[in-house]
């Protein structure tokens, strides 16, 4: 009977076995592959592309070799990845513009800042920068920790000994399981002298450390704003700046000008940017610019944006920073593997991680230099000894039979240590003239204090502190360099003005009480009768004036809701033609219809808006307090915050003060209240007002009209449901306060009171006829200049009557006065 097999299959989970496996893998990319080591701020690739350059002697005073020879002895050696991943890093560390200190020099195609890939690796060739030699300085002095590569035929180091703060100076980028890093690069000067501050006094505050660091020092220059953000990403690891390109604009013939771009910002694709700055001009986003150019040469980078006559330059600018890459968002992201963990580290973390393994490494590296030097001292120590004693040597030596029984016998004879015997047995006679004796009686008086020294740097913290100082400060000296990108404290807001975006001209701008509006040309405009306006029959015209498509809208509605529009986006059509819908861009609430409009083409900060509504609110809100928020397309603003969902905005009315201006109130029930503007106070968009009359119950305000105190022909006229006419004088109504109750204007009757529906402003120096619209489609027209002033208890003259002619349902002006009087 055959043996069983052992069993060889495992029943798992695909959850444990998932977890597991992609566990180890997430901890090997995190810790192996993606991010920095905050020690020599270098990934995996990197460091070992630089070792393997370095164990090939591929220095920076050696001549050049071919790249394809590096790649090939990294992923034989010590990296078994793709060609194409360890080329692409050994480039990136080549690019002046990616790296502030470039780790690695290369002739031939190493890309560009447009985008352009490097040449082949076969076509290319390489060494190590002179300050990469700083990286990998006293790596032969047992100073860092080496270990067995991929096939335990050759050691690596695990990190470098770096002789200044690497992950700093160069900065990193990288995204692996869960973490991703975005380390800008500084300034090597700077970063020193932080350091050596931080080595000095290692509690030191954050603002000192950045007295000495001022922010990031991108290779391509540039501006950095947003030192607030700044300092949020020195303390916590995580913080956002604004970078953005330098400009200058220049004069050039025929009185015009041109932006002129000398630096982009960091890792912006140079040929992308000035495509993008051509796009805008291609497709005339907006008006102004004549060409774009990119005359970059060996002289430096130079993007020319030449504008058309009489241009304004600055505002074209401002829109291309806006709109384009000259202007980016840079977050700091600063993540590093510190003791194998990866960690969020701040600016002083950074520098205290470094700091501690620096002085590791001159403590390892004098650990080595004391015992080699120890060494030699007991060698040297022996060879004067011999000296003294040579002829007895010469004796013992010539009368022993081998090299062993030499070393054995003086060994025994003289008291010679194994080493001493060794040095002396092997020594060639010429040195044992009396020059060589003196040499060797030198030596060990350079050796002596050389140990001394040895010594009081392993044991005196201040002397190694003293060693870290100076040897930062000679690689300061050595390859320092100023600063190339500016730091400003404030993040300038990027306005872009209208005038930069439209073309200004003329056109007719109308708006309808049920939210159509349009603007016409003016050529279309006089190419057609008033009258001929497009627009619903049962439709009232609000608003129709003569604007530029530089001015704005401000469209309040009867839900107590504003609505902003730029003229110049309003949609171009006929004067025929009805218009565009609001409903088009935004939703209107059901019932909701048009209650005013106005223009302006800047928000004034002393202007006014005085809103009254139907349940006896009033404000006044500032004109400013309506500027147009960012939603401003698709969402109206909150103008006055209503009570009840029954209440609307009755009244509104634009003023420039309130000094000297009355308003007077009228109630459904007939009464009616005059006071002073003035005791209306002046709040927010947001708040609901004061109370404008004390009124009763089931009565309601329909309508409030403002004008001048010392008016004495200020008159309205009061029209009820029940079709009745009359004119009440304003200026000769008794005054009262905000709140009371106010007096009677029309006479109550006991059976069908009237109800007053409408008190009209009129203007009786230039009054204009008034149609009063029914629910049967008529219309009845209304001459002001045909009424003299009743009393308050007389209930005016009917001029329809309800059951034939239908209830009064609204009002209108005559269309061609409306264009004249707001002309």
Do not use: C
Not at 359 to 386: W, Y
Not at 526 to 533: I, M, T
Not at 761 to 785: C, G, R, S, Y
């Amino acid at each position: 009977m055959a043996q069983e097999q052992p069993q060889q299959i495992q029943e798992l989970t695909l959850e444990n076995v998932m977890s597991d496996r992609f566990g180890r893998y997430s901890k090997y990319i995190i810790q192996d592959r993606a991010l920095p080591d905050v020690r020599d701020g270098l990934k995996p690739v990197q460091r070992r592309i630089l070792y393997a350059m370095y164990a090939d002697n591929n220095t920076y005073n050696k001549a050049f070799r071919k790249s394809a020879k590096t790649v090939g002895n990294v992923i034989g050696n010590y990296h078994p990845h793709g060609d194409s991943s360890v080329y692409d890093a050994m480039v990136r560390m080549s690019q002046d513009w990616k790296m502030r200190q470039p780790l690695i020099d290369m002739h031939g195609n190493n890309g560009s800042m447009d985008g352009d890939p490097p040449a082949a690796m076969r076509y290319t060739e390489a060494r190590l920068s002179k300050i990469a030699g700083e990286l990998l300085s006293d790596i032969d002095k047992e100073t860092v920790q080496h270990v067995l590569n991929f096939d335990d035929t050759l050691e690596e180091p695990t990190v470098l000994p770096a002789s200044y703060p690497n992950l700093l100076v160069n900065g990193a980028t990288g995204i692996s399981a869960g973490y991703a890093t975005d380390i800008p690069p500084h300034n090597l000067a700077e970063v020193i002298d932080a350091t050596i501050h931080l080595l000095k006094y290692p509690n030191a505050r954050l603002e000192t450390l950045m007295d000495y660091i001022q922010g990031p020092d991108f290779p391509t220059g540039g501006i950095m704003q947003g030192t607030k953000g700044l300092k949020k990403a020195y303390k916590t690891g995580k913080g956002k700046i604004i970078v953005r390109g330098k400009t200058m604009i220049e004069s050039i013939r025929g009185g015009k000008e041109q932006i002129v771009i000398t630096e982009i910002p960091y890792e912006v694709n140079k040929s992308k940017l000035v495509r993008k700055i051509d796009d805008i001009r291609i497709q005339k986003k907006i008006d102004g610019i004549a060409d774009v150019r990119d005359e970059t040469d060996r002289e430096g980078l130079r993007i020319v944006v030449e504008m058309k006559r009489d241009v304004d330059a600055e505002g074209i600018l401002t829109y291309i920073l806006k709109h384009t890459d000259l202007q980016v968002s840079y977050n700091l992201n600063m993540i590093a593997i510190d003791h194998r963990r990866p960690q969020q580290v701040s600016l002083a973390q950074i520098l205290n991680s470094y700091l501690e393994h620096k002085k590791d490494v001159i403590t390892k590296r004098t650990t080595f230099l004391l015992n080699k030097a120890e060494k030699r001292q007991h060698i040297v120590q022996g060879l004067i000894k011999a000296v003294s004693i040579l002829d007895k040597l010469i004796k013992t030596i010539r009368s022993s039979e081998n090299k062993a029984d030499a070393k054995a016998n003086i060994m025994d004879e003289y008291g010679f240590t194994d080493a001493q015997a060794e040095a002396i047995v092997t020594l060639q006679l010429y040195r044992l003239t009396n020059t060589d004796i003196t040499q060797l009686q030198e030596e060990a008086d350079e050796l002596a204090g050389n140990i001394a020294h040895y010594q009081d740097i392993l044991s005196n913290a201040s002397t190694l502190d003293e060693i870290v100082k100076e040897e930062l400060l000679a690689v300061k000296k050595a390859y320092g360099s100023p600063r190339l990108t500016q730091v400003e404290d404030k993040i300038e807001k990027l306005k872009v003005e209208t005038e930069v975006l439209v073309t200004e001209e003329q056109a007719i701008v109308t708006v309808t009480e049920q939210g159509y509006l349009k603007r016409t040309s003016l050529r279309s405009y006089a190419a057609s009768k008033v009258e001929e306006l497009g627009k619903k029959q049962d439709d009232i015209l609000l608003f129709a004036e003569e604007l530029s498509t530089l001015d704005h809208l401000l469209i309040f509605t009867n839900k107590g809701n504003v609505i902003n529009r730029p003229v110049h986006e309003l949609p171009d059509i006929r004067w025929k033609d009805v218009g565009e819908h609001l409903s088009r861009s935004l939703s209107l609430a059901s019932g909701e219809i048009i209650k005013a409009v106005y223009s302006y083409r800047e928000l004034s900060d002393t202007a006014k808006y005085v809103f009254i509504t139907r349940d006896g609110y009033i404000k006044q809100t500032l004109e400013n307090e309506f500027e147009p928020k960012r939603t401003y397309k698709s969402r109206s603003s909150t103008a006055i915050k209503l009570k009840s969902d029954a209440d609307y905005v009755v009244g509104l009315y634009r003023i420039e003060s309130d000094q000297h201006k009355d308003i007077f109130i009228a109630t459904a029930k007939g009464y009616g209240l005059r006071y002073q503007l003035s005791e209306v106070s002046t709040v927010g968009a947001n708040a609901i007002g004061v109370k404008s009359i004390n009124l009763k119950d089931d009565d309601v305000v329909v309508s409030g009209i403002i004008f001048e105190r010392e008016d004495p022909s200020k008159e309205a006229m009061v029209i009820t449901h029940r079709g009745s006419v009359k004119k009440l004088s304003l200026a000769s109504f008794d005054e009262g306060s905000r709140a009371n109750r106010g007096l009677k204007i029309i006479r109550q009757l006991k059976t069908n009171p009237h109800r007053i529906q409408y008190v009209i402003d009129v203007d009786m120096n230039e009054p204009d006829p008034i149609q009063l619209l029914t629910d049967k489609d008529k219309l009845f027209a209304v001459n002001p200049a045909d009424y003299t002033p009743a009393t308050r208890d007389n209930n005016g003259s009917f001029i329809l009557n309800t059951d034939e002619d239908g209830e009064i349902t609204g009002y209108r002006y005559q269309l061609l006065d409306i264009i004249e009087t707001n002309n």
